[in-house]
């Protein structure tokens, strides 16, 4: 299904998403420092490679035997735990959705356009924190591969490859073709560097068997947000009526007058996302969800504190 009114924000523009940098400034990506072990303090959720060894020190009850540094516990013959922090360089994927189901939009903009400026906002708080920003773009026949890269330079690499997308302007590349968000999964998993931070960004309409096996492989040695971007006539349809609506090969008929249909559409949506929370869930993922009605940066601020506390 598609859709949009005229003042509404239908694609974006390389302008529009630069204009997101200052805003990026609130946005909470770092962990910080980080205690192995020790009851209290921060436990961080990145995986592999994304901390690194900082120090030892002395071994306080409720500490992970775990993290036990039994090379210094010998040399002192004092228990010794050991400290990691998180790596200063930790590459930020963002992996983008610009299928046909995204250009849906009846509030402030299409979920396409939600969509880029989550990821926006995302690599500019990434640029500011000194990560590296890389990614994948993709479409059901096109999809962009960006490389991370540091500073402003790569952030505005990935802004132009959101930008440029075809999805945006050609009809001919909002055809059907299965598995395409399995394939992007795929690529990202093979592109992504153990301990980096990935965000998926998507409706996650449709995906098959295969996509939602890459989600928890991309779990066990990454830390994943999910952002479920959604249209508030998903959830709900609009007061009774007869509506016209098309799907970018033909229009159909959607009788809101029908309560059963009303109840079916609202039913099939909460469905949809159960299974998104049961998905992450068994992915060790973190789930946010955004309506095209909202502002992302209120979204992200108030997710990414909520996930932060959590861990």
């Given amino acids: 299904m598609q859709g949009g009114r005229v003042n509404e924000a239908v694609e974006v523009t390389v302008p529009m998403l630069v204009r997101l940098s200052r805003d990026a400034a609130s946005l909470p990506l770092r962990a910080g420092r980080i205690l192995a072990g020790r009851g209290g303090d921060y436990q961080s959720p990145f995986k592999g490679r994304g901390i690194e060894f900082d120090e030892s020190r002395p071994y306080q009850p409720g500490d992970d035997i775990r993290n036990i540094d039994w090379r210094v516990t010998a040399r002192t013959d004092r228990p010794h735990t050991k400290v990691f922090r998180e790596e200063r360089e930790r590459p930020v994927f963002l992996w983008v959705d610009l299928r046909p189901s995204m250009f849906l939009g009846t509030r402030r903009c299409y979920k396409a356009v939600a969509a880029a400026e989550t990821a926006g906002l995302l690599a500019w708080s990434a640029e500011r924190h000194g990560d590296r920003v890389g990614g994948v773009v993709f479409s059901e026949q096109t999809h962009h591969e960006i490389r991370p890269e540091r500073g402003r330079r790569g952030v505005l690499r990935f802004i132009r490859q959101v930008v440029g997308h075809p999805a945006w302007r050609s009809a001919e590349h909002r055809g059907a073709a299965a598995g395409a968000a399995g394939r992007a999964l795929m690529r990202l998993r093979r592109v992504a560097r153990p301990g980096s931070l990935v965000f998926l960004i998507s409706d996650f309409r449709g995906l098959d068997e295969q996509a ?23 959830r709900r349809l609009p007061p009774p009526g007869v509506y016209r609506v098309s799907d970018g090969g033909g229009e159909h008929e959607l009788d809101a007058f029908d309560p059963s249909v009303v109840e079916g559409h609202s039913r099939r949506f909460e469905e949809h996302l159960d299974q998104l929370r049961g998905h992450a869930r068994a992915a060790g993922a973190f789930l946010i969800t955004c309506s095209t009605g909202d502002l992302p940066l209120q979204v992200l601020q108030t997710a990414l504190m909520t996930r932060r506390r959590r861990s």
Avoid: A, G, K, Q
């Fill in 212 to 234: 939602w096996t890459e989600v928890p492989r991309l779990s066990r040695h990454h830390d994943v947000v999910m952002i479920f971007v959604h249209d508030p006539v998903e």
